[in-house]
């Protein structure tokens, strides 16, 4: 099974600051890396697939990079709805394996 | 516009068994690997099992092997989850989702059926 670790696990910052969160594979799954936003309350929503493609209708200041296994996901702008648990996903292996996410919030 | 909606949560006593469903809209279903991820009380997410567009395919978790059945009926843009010999550590949130396997990724994702056991 791939472990995915995330860092930090929560991550203290003021609107209009940048955000950077790592995934890290325990073995390589290529590109097929997915980002996911979560809200309380509310299910998971795609950003990111394969490593760097930003899902449809999301914001420009979404980015994601990163082959292998060392991916890192980047907020240029925080604003107040990005608040929220954010979390990788691999599917180069069964099983699919998520990491355990990590917290943005408000500093 | 995609859209699933699960349905067929509860309570359950342990041992028990109950059926989740997911009805798909706005996608070509049957193209589509078809997942069920769950999300318990104030913890990550973890992937429960997946099925191939045709069905003739199907990926379990170690954790629900032998307890948890996938299956989909394409005719009806449906897709289920048989859930037998539940415990308690089944108690979560079951999201149907399309966030991997064969063939082409969405990462399109319901809302959720609660099942407490």
């Known amino acids: 099974e791939i472990v995915l670790t995330q860092s930090p696990a929560t991550l203290s910052l003021s609107p209009g600051e940048r955000a950077t969160l790592s995934c890290r594979a325990s073995q390589s799954v290529s590109s097929y890396l997915a980002w996911y936003q979560q809200r309380p309350g509310q299910a998971p929503r795609l950003l990111i697939y394969d490593a760097s493609n930003r899902a449809t209708g999301i914001p420009a200041r979404f980015s994601g990079s990163g082959s292998g296994t060392d991916f890192t996901l980047t907020i240029s702008s925080l604003e107040p709805e990005d608040f929220a648990v954010y979390y990788c996903?691999?599917?180069?292996?069964?099983?699919?394996?998520f990491g355990p996410g990590t917290k943005v919030d408000i500093k | 516009e995609v859209q699933l909606l699960e349905s067929g949560g509860g309570l359950v006593q342990p041992g028990g068994s109950l059926r989740l469903s997911c009805a798909a809209s706005?996608?070509?279903?049957?193209?589509?690997?078809m997942n069920w991820v769950r999300q318990a009380p104030g913890k990550g997410l973890e992937w429960v099992s997946a099925?191939?567009?045709?069905?003739?395919?199907?990926q379990y978790a170690d954790s629900v092997k032998g307890r948890l059945t996938i299956s989909r009926d394409n005719s009806k843009n449906m897709l289920y989850l048989q859930m037998n010999s539940l415990r308690a550590e089944d108690t979560a949130l079951y999201y149907c989702a399309t966030v991997g396997g064969w063939g082409t990724f969405s990462g399109n994702w319901g809302q959720g059926t609660q099942v407490t056991i």
């Open positions: 099925i191939s567009g045709n069905g003739d395919r199907t």
């Open positions: 996903q691999q599917r180069s292996t069964w099983p699919l394996t």
């Open positions: 706005g996608f070509i279903f049957s193209t589509y690997t």
